[in-house]
């Protein structure tokens, strides 16, 4: 059985910074793209970014680009996500995801062709920054 678990979700000051993390069991993490989503209440679900298993590509979301970075350890079936100088704005359930293809999980992150690019969820952490 497949399981994302997520962990490093908390609440933190604006300008602030939180680290979540993503282990993977149950495959072989390294095959997979991965990548994280956000929901806020009242709003959809979005994408934030994503990483290739091949580390060298990665895709930001603009609201995400120049604060967060994606990256990932193979050996140890994990993905990261580092948040810097974050915002209020950034208060969402964040969630890991896993996509047998690399473009599909991109396109899914740009909030095009819904989520179909995504093929296993983790369950959510909450991330909370006060002003």
């Known amino acids: 059985e497949v399981q994302l678990v997520e962990s490093g979700g908390g609440l933190v000051q604006a300008g602030g910074s939180l680290r979540l993390s993503c282990t993977a069991s149950?495959?072989?993490?390294?095959?997979?793209?991965m990548g994280w989503f956000r929901q806020a209440p009242g709003k959809e679900r979005e994408g934030v970014s994503c990483?290739?298993?091949?580390?060298?590509?990665?895709y930001y979301s603009d609201s995400a680009k120049g604060r967060f970075t994606i990256s990932r350890d193979n050996a140890k079936n994990t993905v990261y996500l580092q948040m810097d100088s974050l915002k209020p704005e950034d208060t969402a359930v964040y969630y890991c995801?896993?996509?047998?293809?690399?473009?599909?999980?991109?396109?899914?992150?740009?909030?095009?062709?819904?989520?179909?690019?995504?093929?296993?969820w983790g369950e959510g952490i909450q991330v909370t920054v006060s002003s």
């Open positions: 990483i290739s298993f091949i580390e060298g590509s990665t």
């Open positions: 149950g495959f072989t993490s390294n095959r997979f793209a």
């Open positions: 995801a896993a996509a047998s293809d690399y473009m599909g999980l991109v396109i899914s992150t740009m909030g095009m062709g819904g989520h179909g690019g995504v093929d296993y």
